[in-house]
């Protein structure tokens, strides 16, 4: 494995940790600030590509998009 794949699996891995402690933190303030930030830093510093930026977004807007259609959070 050469040096940018590591740093590519590295954010990544960091990326998916970050998501993992949003979910968990779902309905406290600024829940996905810290996956936000992983996901453009990330980008910005090139060790992912435009493609998995948007991927990565997309999923963070969906994970918040079921959070507010659930029922439970409607109450």
């Known amino acids: 494995m050469n040096i940018a794949q ?3 699996q590295n ?3 960091w990326i998916e940790g970050e998501i ?4 968990r933190d779902l309905g ?11 996901v ?3 980008f910005m510093l090139r060790v992912i ?3 998995e930026h948007r991927r990565f ?3 963070i ?3 918040y998009s079921n959070y507010n259609a659930s029922p439970v959070t409607a109450a």
Do not use: F, G, P, Y
């Open 28 to 38: 406290k303030t600024n829940a996905s600030a810290a996956a936000t930030s992983c």
């Open 57 to 59: 977004r997309a999923r």
């Open 20 to 23: 993992k402690n949003m979910i």
């Open 49 to 51: 590509d435009d493609n």
């Open 40 to 42: 453009t830093l990330a």
């Open 11 to 13: 954010a990544v891995s």
């Open 6 to 8: 590591r740093d590519h």
């Open 61 to 63: 807007d969906e994970i």
